[in-house]
């Protein structure tokens, strides 16, 4: 049974500059693959994701196609710096593009993401981790997906500091224990689902 994990990263800095966030993401997917996973990314930036709330809002948006990346992966790995405390403004929009899912929920009740797993991976050089993860994590539950057990993957350093994820010469130990942890959980739960994915909820279904 193969895996497949897709990861969003969300940063503001287009290709081919350096990005933590993309350092963060490619840790995450190098976790899941010592678990079978097989990975693939897209750098939002890079596109053009039109503002709306539907599947497609018209010509040029390229959000379709990464719907459909989405609907073919069993793992969705969402990783995205903090600005002013929050998600980035690119996170955000995945988040309001992906309430066009609750649309397709069936007459049995069962959402077309039952049976995947998001992951969450954050980092910043101010505060705020925890409130971008939770922001994160609510939203994708709200639209089928799974969250794993453990905390999601994070660094933050210094408040007003300069220091970026992407310019420490080693991951500190507790950002790596996380990842590890967040990974194999996040394998072992698509796993599970994959083999027997939620029942449709509604009698009749």
């Not at 992407?166 to 500190?172: C, G, H, R, S, V």
């Not at 950002?175 to 994915?197: D, F, M, P, Q, W």
Request: charged content about 25%; overall charge negative; hydrophobic content about 40%.
């Amino acid at each position: 049974m193969t895996l497949k994990a897709l990861g969003l990263n969300c940063t503001l800095v287009p290709s081919p500059k350096p990005s933590s966030s993309q350092k963060l993401l490619d840790q995450l997917f190098a976790a899941l693959r010592k678990r079978d996973v097989v990975t693939d990314s897209v750098r939002l930036v890079d596109l053009d994701i039109k503002a709306g709330v539907s599947h497609d809002e018209g010509d040029g948006d390229d959000w379709p196609d990464v719907r459909r990346r989405i609907m073919d992966a069993d793992i969705l790995v969402v990783v995205t710096p903090i600005w002013v405390g929050q998600p980035s403004s690119i996170a955000k929009r995945v988040l309001e593009r992906m309430d066009a899912i609750l649309g397709d929920i069936g007459d049995d009740g069962r959402y077309p993401t039952f049976g995947k797993v998001a992951m969450v991976g954050v980092v910043g050089n101010e505060d705020g981790a925890h409130h971008v993860s939770a922001e994160l994590y609510q939203g994708l539950a709200d639209f089928g997906f799974t969250i794993p057990a453990g905390s999601s993957a994070y660094w933050v350093g210094e408040a007003m500091g300069s220091t970026n994820y992407i310019d420490l010469d080693e991951t500190p130990e507790p950002v790596a224990r996380s990842i590890e942890t967040l990974a194999s959980n996040a394998a072992h739960l698509a796993g599970v689902l994959k083999a027997s994915n939620y029942p449709a909820p509604l009698k009749g279904g």
